[in-house]
């Protein structure tokens, strides 16, 4: 069965620091693969996504992400964190099909 | 202003009362969605709709129905509620993509229900 894994239950980083959030799927094809933000109270936010191509996207507020397909994982990057980006991130796939799969979520917090 | 709206953004009921969220979007999209959202488990997906009078099961769908009789409207409607349904509840819509899948999806508040 298609799963996603956010290895992360929780991250702490200091303000200014890089980050990079880990997402691993299970699919034998290449998948249709997204990060969502939730901000505290908040419905959730596209970030990025990747369908084809490049394997390197760009996303909001600075963030990034890269498909690599020898790994199964589509991890979501971001150079320089600001204590605005504190909330909880989801890594989602869709298969080809209309059923969608999200990753238990990452809690990150950012230390001044 | 886009959006998809739910209501009510907070329930609680008892066990065994029907009730109805509902959800609408003013995006012309087909895609439509419910998930639940329990900690440390992230979003599953109850049920999705892919057009008018077509909908089908996500990966928890027992205890919800849906209906999509109008194209901006998907209800999630639980007949029996019972505690275990206690929960986080957010409605989505989006286009339909590649792969014939949701492209971005957008999300409503989020519905908190608690079934005593």
């Known amino acids: 069965a298609q799963s996603v894994t956010q290895p992360d239950i929780h991250i702490t980083v200091s303000e200014g620091a890089s980050l990079e959030l880990r997402c691993n799927y299970s699919?034998?094809?290449?998948?249709?693969l997204f990060w969502y933000v939730q901000s505290p109270g908040q419905g959730l936010q596209l970030l990025l996504k990747y369908f084809s191509g490049d394997t390197l996207v760009q996303g909001i507020k600075g963030f990034e992400a890269e498909f690599k397909r020898s790994q199964s994982s589509f991890n979501l990057r971001k150079p320089s964190v600001h204590w605005s980006d504190a909330a909880e991130y989801f890594c989602a796939v869709h298969t080809g099909g209309f059923k969608t799969i999200f990753g238990a979520g990452t809690r990150l917090f950012v230390k001044a | 202003e886009a959006q998809v709206t739910q209501n009510p953004r907070y329930l609680i009921t008892v066990t065994g009362k029907k009730l109805t969220v509902t959800c609408s979007q003013n995006?012309?999209?087909?895609?439509m969605s419910w998930y639940r959202q329990d900690p440390g488990l992230g979003l599953r997906q109850i049920y999705y709709?892919?057009?008018?009078?077509?909908?089908d099961k996500g990966d928890v769908p027992e205890g919800y129905k849906v209906s999509r009789k109008e194209k901006r409207n998907f209800p999630l409607i639980l007949e029996s509620p019972s505690p275990n349904q206690t929960s986080l509840y957010f409605c989505a819509s989006s286009l339909i993509g590649r792969g014939s899948g949701p492209d971005t999806q957008y999300f409503g508040p989020g519905t908190r229900l608690t079934v005593l």
């Open positions: 995006m012309n999209h087909e895609y």
């Open positions: 699919y034998g094809a290449t998948p249709y």
């Open positions: 709709s892919m057009n008018v009078e077509v909908t």
